[in-house]
Structures are given as C-alpha cells and as structure tokens.
C-alpha cells in the first residue's frame, strides 16, 4: 500500500533515493551499478574514497600498516627527517611520525564518529518533535536551538570539555553536543516539507494514525537530508577533535592524537618541520578527501 | 513592521539571557564542588578547609542555587560578572582589556577574508575555462577543510622562519599582524566564498541576464553591472556563521602566534578553569551574535526591496 502511495508523491529533489527505497531491490542494485560507473569518470571522487577507506584502515588495524610500534623511540635517530625508512621523520624522542600518524587515526575517528552518533542521534529526535508537533512546543524548541547556535561550536565544546575533564571522550562528547543544533534543525525542515507531500494527506485520509504516518512516511523520508548533513558533518568533527586535541583537551602527551602531534611538534618546528607539518597535513588531505565524498552525496541527493 | 522589530529584538534579548543561564548550570551547578574549580588542581589537596568555606562565601556557593543565579543576573545585567579568580581583576576589565587586540585581528581578517571570497566568485562566474572554474570552486572546501593550526603553522615556517619577512610571535606594530591575519582569513572566506559561488551561479542564468545579454552587453559588463549586487546580498545570511568562524579561529591563531586577545584568554581561562572569566566571555560572544544576527535581520528588509513588501503586507508571517 505504501509503495503505491509512494510513487503517487510528485517528483521531489531526492525522487530518485525515494523511488528507488519504495519499489525494490532490483532498481537498487542497478542504481548502485550506475553509481559504481559514474565514479569511475569521477578520478578526485575514487582518490577521496581510497584516502578514507585507507585512514580507517588505519584506525581498525594499525599494525598492518606500518612496522614501527607508535610508543617505539630510538634515542640515536631523533629528529630524522623524511626518508624511505621513516616517512613521516622521526620526533624529538626518535619515535616514528608515520606510526604515530597511523595509530593515532584510531583515537581521532573513533571520537569522531562518537560526536556524530551524539549529534546524529539526539539532533535528529529534537527535530523530528519539533517539526511533528508543530505549535508551542516546536516554538520552545527552535528557541533554545538558537541559543546553541549563538555560541560558536569551539567554544561550547571548550566549555563542556572543562566541565567533564579532559579526554578523548568528553572532546567526543563536547563536540556532539555542540552539533546537535545544526542536526536539529535540518530535520525540523525537512520533517515540514514531508508533512505537506500529498502522500501524507492520503495516508491521513486511509485513516493511517498519526504515529503510523510518522514512522512509515515521515522519518524515512526526511532521514535523507540528515545523513547527507551527517557526511558533510564528518570532516567539520574531524576538524572540531583535531583542534581540540590540538589546545590539549584531549588524550594525555604520550598518546598519538592527530591534533596533539601537531601540537607536540610546534615547539620545533622552526628548525625541523616535519614534525608538526606531516602530521598536520596528513590530517588536513583526509578532512579535504571526506568533504569531496560529502559534496558527491548532496549532488546525488539533488538529481 | 514594527513587529517585526519587537520579535527580532525579543529572540535576541532571549539569546542572550539563555546564554547566561546555560553558563551558570554548566560552570556553577552541575560541578559537585563548585569550590574546587577556583584552586589550582595541583594545589588542591593542601588547601586548608577554612579557606576553602571563605572562599565559598566569597562567591556565595554557600546560598541557595537560586539565590546565587538571581544575585549572578542582576549583577551581569549592569556588566558585572564578578572577578577573575586567576589575576583577581573584574572580569568586565579584563575582557575590555585585551578586546581591542581581537577586534583588530578579527576586523582585517573580515575583510581580507571578503576579498579573497569575492575574488574566487568573480574568477569562477567570469572564466570560460571549465578547468580554471573547477580550480577555482575547489578552493573554499580546500579552506575549511586545512586546519587553522595547521595552516597556521605553515605560514609561520614559510614567512617568517624561512624568508624572515615578518616577525614569527608577539603583537607589536603592524609587521606582526600580517601572518595572523591571513591565518585566520582562510577560513573565514571558505564558507562566504562557496555561498557567493553558488549565487554568482544562479544569478548569472537568470532572466534580466539574458536580458543584458540581447541588449548586446558584455560578459564583463553583465557581471559587474548586473550580477555582482544581486548575488552579493545573501552573503549577510551567514554573517552569524562568519562571526563563529572567526571567534573559533581566533582562538587558535592568538595560541599559533602567542598574541594577545580574547582567543587566548579563552584558552587561559579554559586551562586554569577560571569559571567567572570563561563565563563572561561566553555571554560576551553571545551577545555580539545576538546583535549582529539582530542588524542583519533589521537591514535585509531594507536592502531586499522583495522582502520589505512581504512585511509590508497586512497579515504576513513575521518570522
């Protein structure tokens, strides 16, 4: 019954996801071939995705990557600069850059993904009340997202962070929170724009309940905007962790952390780059390789 | 109109009070022990308990929590939020202390950040080249997407320990607020360049522009007579976005550098959890995005003709 309702809907921004969820597996699979062919004459999209799929790599299974432990220092070799044997150089303990880098992937994204769950969850609930129950309660909402939005997102997670302590964890914590607003209000639109489909009247007039209208019809449909602000959201955490790392709120000195080897490198940076340069930049080309995939999602939500 | 005004001034005025009251549950109540946040937490344990109640009473933790918000609010409503527990000076002192060196970086980076935006959207809308403009429009996610403290980093090492142009710390004179001004410009201009792109684009297939074009102008001419007001306008929609960039990246820029301002004070507070301090600064930010968001809101109606006529109209939505 609902599919036919489904296709009844007018043409929307995202019709071809919906139709494509609404009538079967078989036009999935032959949309997702479609999708494999159009990467192919995308090369930047097929290098962003390989940098990803490689740092998560990274994050699941350092080991295989690289043949140095990232706590391992060789007083002897401290300060080498790039070669073949150490990629990254060494710092001033002799430690190998490139290892820590890799095994520092796991503490960085597995915040990350914390932050957005936290965001993606809770923003998500916010918005789906508030866009549903309409009136004073969305009213009551959208005023107190507001003032999440009036403190610029650094400095509420730098206050969250001093309240709970510093670790990894709460910089997590601190930065999900500080995202829900965002979360929430884009789900508040879209649940809006779903209400007003005539998909939705008709259920209505079927005599669908209110809350089967919002299970079946109301967040599968809006969920789309939200996943695709999830992706664009990734590199901006990624970002939020690092530079939180980065002030020192994060996991203590001798862990690996991308923003805190950044960190731990600036003190010698003006005599031996590397050490904060590599890092840094190793960080900055997975930031760039996520917001290249996120731009290829919203473009394929606008088709 | 003139409810139109009232609600904006309202939300605003709300803002901000919500700001205040999310700081005081966040760093005054939800803390088990409010008192220990004023020590030093290497000092902590050889703090003798007496002083620990004078302090207590000092700051009033021993009143009831509602007593201690309500004396909080009417002293922060005259511009009083108490002293910093770190230096012992007003809090209102220190941050107008220090205002004037943020302002200063905080304003030049606006504009340099203004310029490179509307330059990557001119460039972008006026070549003829797919491969310059694909160029050009990787730019602003390029910008948001290097960290501040990384790129700071980088300029540090380029300008000023390999070619020795400009001084590499401190804040004296102008030489030593160049690198930190294109620092925390970079990011600022990402966001505002990737939405003039986008209006550039679409203002530039429009109709008037086929118009110009069959009244026989110019790329050039249609660009800068026709386009560039039209699209430049909804730039104002994300001044609050803006102003949150360069707070954020003011804060790691004044640390990069060692520069004095209300980012590293932020830090300093954060770090020696000078709870009246960081709270201050948090209602200081609150305000000023209150404000700004409250005169972009009050100047669009005046500079967009077509939204002046929908508030105009009888009965129309004021929100």
Do not use: C
Request: charged letters at 10%; a positive charge.
């Amino acid at each position: 019954m609902t599919t036919e309702l489904d296709t009844l809907a007018p043409p929307r921004p995202s019709a071809t996801i919906r139709s494509a969820t609404a009538t079967g597996r078989r036009v999935t699979a032959r949309a997702a071939l479609r999708r494999v062919g159009e990467l192919a004459q995308q090369p930047t999209l097929v290098i962003a995705w390989a940098i990803v799929l490689v740092v998560i790599g990274w994050a699941i299974a350092p080991s295989l990557f690289t043949s140095y432990g990232p706590y391992d220092g060789d007083p002897a070799a401290s300060f080498a600069p790039p070669s073949a044997e150490h990629w990254f150089g060494t710092d001033r303990l002799g430690r190998d850059l490139f290892a820590r880098s890799v095994y520092g992937a796991r503490t960085t994204l597995t915040a990350t993904l914390l932050a957005i769950l936290i965001a993606f969850g809770v923003g998500t609930l916010i918005g789906l009340i508030a866009g549903f129950a309409k009136g004073t309660v969305d009213t009551a909402i959208m005023r107190v997202i507001d003032v999440f939005l009036a403190i610029p997102g650094l400095l509420l997670a730098m206050v969250v962070v001093s309240v709970l302590g510093y670790s990894t964890h709460n910089i997590a914590l601190a930065v999900g929170i500080s995202s829900i607003a965002s979360f929430a209000r884009v789900m508040r639109a879209e649940v809006f724009t779903v209400l007003t489909q005539d998909y939705v009247k008709a259920a209505y007039g079927l005599g669908v309940s209110r809350l089967g209208v919002l299970a079946r019809h109301v967040v599968p449909n809006s969920l789309s905007s939200v996943i695709a602000l999830a992706a664009l959201e990734v590199g901006a955490a990624v970002l939020a962790v690092a530079s939180l790392g980065f002030l020192g709120y994060g996991a203590p000195p001798p862990q690996p952390e991308w923003g805190l080897l950044v960190a731990e490198g600036r003190d010698y940076v003006a005599v031996h780059p590397w050490t904060s340069i590599l890092p840094g930049a190793a960080l900055a080309v997975v930031v760039i390789a996520a917001h290249r995939i996120s731009t290829s999602f919203r473009k394929g939500q606008r088709r | 109109m003139l409810r139109y005004i009232a609600l904006k001034v309202g939300r605003a005025l709300f803002v901000v009070w919500a700001a205040f009251t999310l700081t005081f549950v966040l760093l005054f109540v939800l803390p088990a022990n409010p008192v220990d946040l004023l020590f030093d937490p290497a000092e902590i344990n050889t703090v003798p308990p007496e002083v620990r109640e004078q302090v207590a009473a000092n700051y009033g933790f021993n009143k009831p929590v509602s007593l201690q918000y309500l004396d909080r609010l009417g002293h922060a409503l005259v511009g009083d939020f108490g002293n910093s527990v770190q230096s012992g000076r007003p809090v209102t002192t220190a941050i107008l202390g220090v205002l004037p060196s943020t302002l200063v970086l905080a304003a030049g980076a606006l504009v340099l950040a203004l310029l490179i935006a509307f330059v990557i959207a001119l460039v972008a809308t006026a070549t003829r080249h797919t491969w310059v403009r694909n160029l050009v429009e990787a730019l602003p996610s390029a910008a948001v997407s290097v960290p501040v403290f990384l790129s700071g980093i980088l300029i540090l090492q380029v300008f000023s320990f390999r070619l020795g142009w400009f001084p590499a710390f401190g804040d004296d004179g102008l030489a030593s607020l160049v690198l930190p001004l294109i620092t925390l410009a970079i990011p600022v201009a990402g966001p505002i360049a990737q939405l003039l792109v986008r209006s550039f684009g679409t203002e530039f297939h429009s109709g008037y522009v086929t118009t110009s074009w069959a009244k026989g102008a110019t790329r050039g001419r249609i660009i800068i007579g026709d386009v560039f007001r039209n699209a430049s306008l909804p730039a104002l929609t994300i001044a609050g976005i803006t102003f949150g960039n360069l707070i954020a990246g003011s804060v790691i820029t004044e640390t990069v550098f060692a520069r004095r301002g209300i980012g590293r004070m932020t830090q300093n507070a954060i770090n020696t959890l000078d709870v009246p301090l960081v709270q201050g600064i948090v209602v200081l930010v609150a305000v000023s995005f209150a404000l700004i968001n409250l005169i972009v809101d009050l100047i669009y109606p005046l500079l967009d003709p077509r939204l002046r006529a929908t508030l105009a109209a009888p009965g129309a939505p004021a929100a």
